[in-house]
């Protein structure tokens, strides 16, 4: 398996983790750990009118998104095996790119309303970001 996706499958992971986390907090109505940034923070970013898109807790989304990632990566890795067509792994990793690409997107936007908006930061979102960040690099490699 080439490095680059193997870094994808181990973010995607662990962006399922993150995002399960903040959704099982989502569901109950209870606030997250802050870790290095003020507590309040946290729950001001968890609270906000932003936590939600067209309705949808972010968490959920954020979950969606890491979940199809690790399907289409394993996808794309069985089709370098030679067990789909080309056309198929062509496909697949275009569709692979696109849901990173718009992963990406949405945390570039969420950071920048925490930074200008709120002014405040949660660890998790921050994560998520950077989690983000590094599948975007990834996969210009694969």
Known sequence: M???LAIILVFS?????????????TIRKTP???FF?????????????FSKTFGIPNSFAGLFFFTSILVLS??????QQGAYLI???ITVGLLLNAAIFAGFLFSL?????????LKAFCTW???SAIDFTVLFIAVRFI
Do not use: D, R
């Open 87 to 89: 056309n198929t792994t």
């Open 74 to 79: 394993i996808l794309f890795w069985q089709g």
């Open 32 to 34: 997250v750990k802050c």
């Open 2 to 4: 080439p490095t680059p």
């Open 13 to 25: 992971v662990l962006g399922i983790i993150n995002a399960l986390y903040l959704s099982y907090h």
């Open 37 to 49: 940034f003020k507590p309040e923070w946290c729950q001001k970013v968890q609270s906000s009118k």
């Open 125 to 127: 979102c921050v994560f």
């Open 109 to 117: 936007y969420f950071t920048f309303i925490q930074a200008f908006v």
